[in-house]
């Protein structure tokens, strides 16, 4: 248990550099306190003790305003930042070293029984207020931008924006003509609007042309 705690902290310190120090971090990171309370839940879970796992869930969401379903499955190196109104659903699988900003939804889309919520692969980044609904896997090394909506499947080292989310970068290559930023993050994060506001320019210009030459052929006949 210390071992991971002390596994935590440390990670915490790499991926923040508002982390100043292990007693901060220790007093005042709610996500740190919520991934705790889900290993201990996620025990009663497995062991089948599932209103002692419901229980110590719903405690640890009113206390960080992070919602972690105690039958989640989450791998090594969760960093949740900020995480208010973050939710993980039942069914959810989230592989190791991935990053998940506040208001994050991994949901389901409907009240089937099984399998119901996405699957994150490993080294996967989800930006504030992306919601990832249904039961579909998300490969690694993907960044899915701030409040994107994804609905499908996503490829591994993909980055995907939007609503509905759609890839705009694969393995490092864009997937169309606009220009989209290499790296994903908080800041310079891939505009929607502007992409579908660049992609109507080429459009444009492209009309442009075509009215000038049918204009150009109409005065020489």
Same mark, same amino acid.
């Given at each position: 248990?210390?071992?991971? %705690?002390?596994?935590?902290?440390?990670?915490?310190?790499?991926?923040?550099?508002?982390?100043?120090?292990?007693?901060?971090?220790?007093?005042? +990171?709610?996500?740190?306190?919520?991934?705790?309370? +889900?290993?201990?839940?996620?025990?009663? +879970?497995?062991?089948?003790?599932?209103?002692?796992?419901?229980?110590?869930?719903?405690?640890?969401?009113?206390?960080?305003?992070?919602?972690?379903?105690? @039958?989640?499955?989450?791998?090594? @190196?969760?960093?949740?930042?900020?995480?208010?109104? &973050?939710?993980?659903?039942?069914?959810?699988?989230?592989?190791?070293?991935?990053?998940? +900003?506040? @208001?994050?939804?991994?949901?389901?889309?409907?009240?089937?029984? @099984?399998?119901?919520?996405?699957?994150?692969?490993?080294?996967? %980044?989800?930006?504030?207020?992306?919601?990832? %609904?249904?039961?579909?896997?998300?490969?690694?090394?993907?960044?899915?931008?701030?409040?994107?909506?994804?609905?499908?499947?996503?490829?591994?080292?993909?980055?995907?924006?939007?609503?509905?989310?759609?890839?705009?970068?694969?393995?490092?290559?864009? &997937?169309?003509?606009?220009?989209?930023?290499?790296?994903?993050?908080?800041?310079?994060?891939?505009?929607?609007?502007?992409?579908?506001?660049?992609?109507?320019?080429?459009?444009?210009?492209?009309?442009?042309?075509?009215?000038?030459?049918?204009?150009?052929?109409?005065?020489?006949?």
């Amino acid at each position: 248990m210390f071992k991971q %705690l002390k596994e935590d902290i440390a990670l915490i310190k790499e991926r923040d550099p508002a982390a100043r120090s292990t007693f901060e971090i220790l007093l005042t +990171y709610s996500g740190l306190h919520a991934i705790h309370s +889900y290993r201990r839940a996620n025990w009663f +879970y497995r062991h089948k003790m599932f209103t002692i796992a419901r229980i110590i869930s719903q405690f640890a969401r009113f206390r960080t305003g992070i919602e972690i379903h105690p @039958g989640a499955t989450i791998g090594k @190196g969760l960093f949740i930042d900020h995480g208010m109104g &973050v939710v993980i659903g039942e069914t959810t699988i989230i592989g190791d070293n991935c990053l998940i +900003y506040q @208001g994050v939804t991994l949901g389901g889309t409907g009240k089937d029984k @099984g399998k119901r919520h996405p699957t994150l692969g490993n080294n996967v %980044l989800v930006g504030a207020g992306a919601k990832v %609904l249904g039961p579909f896997k998300v490969g690694d090394n993907v960044k899915i931008a701030a409040n994107a909506v994804v609905l499908n499947e996503i490829p591994s080292d993909c980055t995907a924006v939007g609503v509905p989310a759609r890839v705009v970068r694969r393995k490092g290559e864009r &997937v169309n003509k606009c220009k989209v930023t290499q790296d994903l993050d908080q800041i310079h994060i891939p505009d929607p609007v502007a992409q579908e506001l660049c992609k109507m320019h080429v459009e444009i210009e492209h009309l442009e042309k075509q009215l000038a030459e049918l204009k150009r052929k109409s005065k020489g006949e």
